[in-house]
């Protein structure tokens, strides 16, 4: 008779934090390693986990990737993106690659973007993180099918559990509603905008009907944990268009 084949890592996975509650340091270094043979022996879609950090948001990140690993057992890679060394020095992104399927990249250093949207991308005084340099990590990540965290978001389960919901399946992305905004200038102008990107075809029947697309309200979506299939042709347009959008010279007309 044949042999049985090896346990899958996730289901090791589950045994271990049936059994204990969570993953040692050790536990999680040896799964990690063979989550990356089994995923590239697999094939298929690269899926992972894709963070925009800075210096007020390093610790934040550091403890939601290993709550995440240890906690929850969620092995998926990550890619962390910040904005020169002045930002991240060279010891904490050597910290953040010893957490274990963590790659870093300097946004300033990447051969992909123009030094105007580098330059958009980098330090605010006063603010913690930049839309702008989420923009372009989104783009950056070698992940086609990506979950964006925010560095200080706490997850009471593992969030690759995302990957599999319905809503996601089928449009190839997954948003969260926040607190709804009243209708400003803002948001008026940004649809008056949108409506004239596509009037030479239809809006999908989710925007057409959203109560944002008929001015009822500014926004609802939260941006703190969000799931897209980038090799999908309309969410890569989507986030090329949201790039474009967050150049200086285009948010003076919006914000």
Same mark, same amino acid.
């Given at each position: 008779?044949?042999?049985?084949?090896p346990?899958?890592?996730?289901?090791?996975?589950?045994?271990h934090?049936? *059994?204990?509650?969570?993953?040692?340091?050790?536990?999680?270094?040896?799964?990690?390693?063979?989550?990356?043979?089994?995923?590239?022996?697999?094939?298929?879609?690269?899926?992972?986990?894709? $963070?925009?950090?800075?210096?007020?948001?390093?610790?934040?990140?550091?403890?939601?990737?290993?709550?995440?690993?240890?906690?929850?057992?969620?092995?998926?890679?990550?890619?962390?993106?910040?904005?020169?060394?002045?930002?991240?020095?060279?010891?904490?992104?050597?910290?953040?690659?010893?957490?274990?399927?963590?790659?870093?990249?300097?946004?300033?250093?990447?051969?992909?973007?123009?030094?105007?949207?580098?330059?958009?991308?980098?330090?605010?005084?006063?603010?913690?993180?930049?839309w702008?340099?989420?923009?372009?990590?989104?783009?950056?990540?070698?992940?086609?099918?990506? !979950?964006i965290?925010?560095?200080?978001?706490?997850?009471?389960?593992?969030?690759?559990?995302?990957?599999?919901?319905?809503?996601f399946a089928?449009?190839?992305?997954?948003?969260?509603?926040?607190?709804?905004?009243?209708?400003?200038?803002?948001?008026?102008?940004?649809?008056?905008?949108?409506?004239?990107?596509?009037?030479?075809?239809s809006?999908? *029947?989710e !925007?057409?009907?959203?109560?944002?697309?008929?001015?009822?309200?500014?926004?609802?979506?939260? $941006?703190?944990v969000?799931? !897209?299939? *980038?090799?999908?042709?309309?969410? !890569?347009?989507?986030?090329?268009?949201?790039?474009?959008?967050?150049?200086?010279?285009v948010?003076?007309?919006?914000?």
């Open positions: 008779s044949q042999a049985a084949p346990p899958s890592v996730e289901s090791i996975v589950q045994a934090l049936k *059994k204990s509650g969570q993953l040692t340091s050790n536990q999680t270094a040896e799964l990690l390693a063979a989550a990356q043979l089994e995923d590239e022996a697999k094939g298929g879609k690269r899926r992972g986990i894709v $963070m925009a950090v800075s210096r007020y948001t390093m610790l934040a990140a550091i403890q939601t990737i290993t709550v995440l690993r240890e906690m929850h057992g969620c092995l998926l890679p990550i890619e962390v993106f910040y904005h020169t060394d002045d930002e991240l020095p060279a010891a904490l992104v050597d910290l953040f690659k010893s957490l274990g399927r963590v790659s870093v990249y300097d946004i300033d250093t990447l051969p992909l973007f123009t030094a105007e949207l580098e330059d958009d991308a980098g330090r605010y005084p006063g603010l913690k993180e930049t702008e340099r989420q923009s372009l990590a989104l783009l950056a990540s070698s992940f086609q099918e990506i !979950l965290v925010d560095p200080q978001v706490v997850f009471l389960q593992n969030p690759a559990e995302l990957f599999s919901h319905p809503t089928s449009t190839g992305t997954l948003f969260f509603r926040s607190k709804v905004k009243p209708v400003d200038k803002a948001s008026q102008f940004l649809v008056a905008f949108l409506k004239r990107q596509i009037d030479q075809g809006p999908s *029947k !925007l057409a009907e959203s109560a944002f697309y008929s001015h009822a309200i500014a926004s609802r979506m939260d $941006m703190d969000v799931v !897209l299939d *980038k090799s999908r042709p309309g969410v !890569l347009s989507a986030l090329f268009m949201n790039a474009w959008m967050r150049r200086k010279p948010r003076a007309m919006f914000w």
